[in-house]
């Protein structure tokens, strides 16, 4: 825009003001971005997340500039769509993982660039504003800047709440089952232990031999249970380094494939093992105990109507994968994952199917994915999940290795 284009008189001040950050906001979100790249430190495996806020944050500038010429009694409060829109920035970075912290800080970058901006535009096109009209000006971006802050930040803070409830639930209904199974087996060992106080039981053999089974059978459930609870917390020790190797990662899954045989045979699903996997460096347990729990739920969530249930072991390349990434991919045509449920299920005590669990006669406690995101991040790497309801899932474990000696 060319200085002759505006009246240096002051009666359009805010209009050109507002035009300007308006045809502007997309390089003000990309200046914005950059000085928060360099501003904030960033993990390295953790992808910046500058597409999707970059389709936000223009949109929030928009509304700031239009703000900024509207008419003095007009809120920026009662604009629904910026309010919105500054809600789904909450959200977004709440999926995010941001910080309160990182909020504030974004939003104070945002009006100070915004600030020098609306400065330097001033000084460019020879804009000669009254004092009364810079006042308002600034204070209608300082104005419209802290109630998108707040908006943004209330609805961090209330998904986070709402993270935080939903996990106490979950840990709840965790504690009534753990009480309910550690409560049977120790019923029945109370309940045998009396029995052999009495002197005609331990005086009849097959009485006697009841006796000893039903305490050797919960025995070992409880010291099942017990150690099942204790990997959950060994797992999360970051104490607890991997400890690598060179391994092949069709012997680690032709393991599996024995381990969980009878379990997938009584369930008419197959178990297929490709044959071009990789060889990998990275800890063995850890690999097993992902993939037996991704193959174990493909078994349970297996689909009773489906003509053919399978799962499968591969290691497919991603068009997005990294060259020195592995990835081994678990794929079944089970029931599926509703896409709601999609993020949870890598949540502690989130289960999907609970109430299907009689139909499809299956238990779990909702810790198998908990566990595998564990130990997958453990390996310095991520998963994935793709599911369609139906269809079936898919699950990919992105490995941050080389192949030691090329595929095989
Ligand atoms: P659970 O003990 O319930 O099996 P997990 O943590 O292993 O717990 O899995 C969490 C939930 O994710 C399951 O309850 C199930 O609803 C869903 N799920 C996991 N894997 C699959 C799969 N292959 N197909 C369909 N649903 C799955």
Redesign the pocket.
């Known amino acids: 825009m060319s200085d002759s284009g505006h009246s240096k008189s002051t009666a359009g001040f805010a209009n050109v003001v507002s035009e300007r950050v308006a045809a502007e906001r997309h390089a003000l979100a990309r200046h914005w971005l950059r000085r928060l790249n360099d501003l904030l430190t960033v993990e390295p495996n953790e992808v910046f997340p500058s597409e999707q806020l970059l389709d936000h944050i223009p949109a929030l500038i928009g509304e700031i500039a239009a703000y900024l010429r509207a008419p003095a009694d007009q809120e920026i409060a009662a604009n629904t769509v910026v309010i919105e829109k500054a809600r789904q920035l909450g959200s977004l970075r709440y999926e995010q993982r941001a910080s309160v912290h990182q909020l504030l800080r974004e939003y104070e970058i945002l009006a100070d660039i915004l600030e020098a901006f609306v400065t330097e535009e001033t000084e460019r096109l020879g804009l000669r504003p009254s004092a009364r009209e810079c006042f308002e000006l600034l204070r209608r971006l300082t104005r419209a800047s802290g109630i998108l802050m707040r908006t943004t930040v209330d609805t961090f803070v209330a998904e986070y709440m709402k993270a935080i409830e939903d996990r106490n639930e979950r840990l709840k209904a965790f504690n009534r089952m753990a009480s309910h199974e550690l409560r049977t087996p120790i019923g029945t060992l109370v309940f045998a232990a009396t029995a052999l106080e009495h002197a005609e039981v331990r005086a009849d053999p097959a009485r006697l031999e009841k006796v000893s089974a039903a305490i050797t059978t919960n025995a070992q459930r409880l010291a099942w249970l017990v150690e099942t609870l204790q990997r959950v917390t060994r797992l999360t020790d970051r104490l607890d380094t991997p400890s690598e190797q060179t391994i092949d990662v069709a012997t680690i899954a032709g393991e599996v494939a024995r381990q969980l045989a009878e379990m997938a045979s009584s369930r008419n699903v197959r178990i297929i093992v490709d044959t071009h996997l990789p060889e990998v460096n990275l800890d063995p347990a850890r690999l097993e105990l992902a993939l037996m729990?991704l193959v174990a739920?493909?078994i349970?969530?297996s689909d009773p109507e489906k003509a053919d249930p399978f799962v499968e072991i591969t290691s497919p390349t991603l068009p997005d994968a990294a060259e020195s990434e592995c990835v081994i991919c678990v794929r079944?045509n089970?029931?599926?994952?509703p896409e709601a449920n999609r993020a949870a299920?890598f949540d502690r005590f989130?289960?999907?199917?609970?109430h299907m669990d009689a139909e499809l006669g299956v238990t779990?406690?909702?810790?198998?994915?908990?566990i595998t995101a564990d130990c997958v991040q453990a390996m310095g790497g991520r998963i994935e999940c793709e599911s369609v309801v139906g269809e079936g899932?898919r699950f990919f474990i992105r490995l941050p290795v080389k192949p030691s000696r090329g595929a095989k």
């Open positions: 729990n739920n493909a349970k969530y079944d089970g029931l599926g994952i299920i989130f289960r999907a199917h609970a779990g406690w909702g810790l198998g994915l908990a899932s």
